[in-house]
């Protein structure tokens, strides 16, 4: 049986969590979870949010499913979720980003990948305060690691059958860091003269995206640019409840939701489990699960397309009676 890590965060993570096990189970497959806490709920009894032992779950069983984990805003410890990238060195994260069937949306037919260069930029977090009226935060861009997600996007568009490729910086202004991102893809670019290449600066990629998102394919962008063009993205397919992720290494790989802990709706029976189903079908084929993926997506998509969908869809479903209906779909598919 194949042992997996299995974070289950706070917030809406354990709600979320519980819900993609039951349905994972219910698909027939055997998993057997190494279940581990991370965040504010353990240091007081660790000293730590991510203690080591989480980070050796991973390592030993290369894969984890992850929810979404609380970091305070303006005080406190640093990101649990940009730890965990930098310590297993998960550099690519890739969120695809594609309608969902009987999902009202403004566009139909988005199909965009955003890769996101996962380990530095300003998340790597080299910030100090100069005095009591200004701080400075230290935008680090290293052409290997631009280099390394470059290569990324583009095998990414060889192996997908992707079209193109679309560099997304800042690089008029941030001219020696974005530049050096920029200059990196266009070297990466060359080498793949069967994908096009196409540059733009990140603000007219946003008003692009809003008034036309059907012309991107595969969106390439340095760490803090494709986390907030991401959200961008989710918010084009019907909202953060549906956007699923992938943190990816040479070793590891953690599979996410883009969402955070959704604090406001936690403990409600509210949340949509849909974007942690997402990354967990991905996770599934990654380790090779691909009819059990198949099979739990085609319910995920019955479901659905039945009008069964939770508050942030505009339904009345609970988050409890959303993945009973999946799973009620998933025995009848599994049975035939
Ligand atoms: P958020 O993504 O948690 O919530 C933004 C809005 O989307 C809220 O109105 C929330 O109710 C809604 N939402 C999010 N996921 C949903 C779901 N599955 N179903 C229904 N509605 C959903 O973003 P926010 O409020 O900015 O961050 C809350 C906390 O999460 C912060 O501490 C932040 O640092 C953390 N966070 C953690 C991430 C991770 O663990 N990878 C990623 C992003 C944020």
């Not at 470059?150 to 490729?165: G, L, Q, S």
């Not at 997304?168 to 991102?181: E, M, P, Q, R, Y």
Request: with cysteine; proline share 4%; aromatic share 6%.
């Amino acid at each position: 049986m194949r042992t997996i890590t299995l974070i289950k965060g706070d917030g809406i993570g354990p709600e979320i969590t519980d819900a993609v096990i039951k349905i994972i189970n219910a698909s027939g497959i055997a998993i057997d979870w190494d279940i581990q806490k991370a965040g504010a709920d353990i240091i007081e009894t660790e000293g730590s949010p991510l203690p080591k032992r989480v980070i050796d779950s991973v390592k030993k069983n290369k894969v984890a499913l992850k929810s979404p984990v609380t970091t305070p805003i303006g005080k406190g410890f640093r990101s649990v979720n940009v730890q965990l990238r930098k310590e297993l060195d998960l550099y690519a994260n890739l969120r695809p980003c594609y309608n969902l069937p009987n999902i009202k949306t403004r566009y139909d037919k988005v199909d965009i990948v955003v890769v996101r260069e996962n380990t530095e930029d300003l998340y790597a977090g080299i910030e100090r305060q100069i005095d009591e009226n200004t701080a400075e935060s230290i935008k680090r861009i290293t052409r290997g690691a631009s280099e390394r997600i470059a290569k990324f996007a583009f095998d990414y568009a060889v192996n997908n059958n992707r079209k193109e490729v679309c560099v997304v910086t800042k690089a008029n202004i941030c001219k020696l860091s974005d530049g050096l991102f920029l200059e990196s893809a266009r070297k990466i670019a060359s080498l793949y003269p069967q994908i096009a290449f196409r540059e733009i600066l990140v603000d007219n990629c946003c008003m692009q995206l809003v008034q036309n998102p059907n012309q991107f394919d595969v969106l390439l962008l340095p760490n803090l640019y494709g986390d907030i063009v991401s959200d961008l993205c989710a918010g084009l397919v019907g909202g953060l409840g549906i956007a699923q992720g992938a943190n990816i290494g040479t070793d590891y790989a953690v599979f996410e939701p883009v969402h955070g802990s959704a604090p406001d709706i936690a403990g409600q029976d509210k949340a949509n489990p849909t974007a942690m189903l997402m990354s967990a079908i991905e996770m599934l084929n990654y380790i090779g699960e691909n009819e059990a993926a198949q099979k739990i997506k085609l319910a995920l998509f019955e479901t659905l397309n039945a009008g069964i969908k939770t508050a942030d869809l505009g339904g009345s479903a609970s988050c409890s009676t959303f993945t009973q209906a999946i799973i009620d779909r998933l025995a009848i598919l599994t049975k035939v």
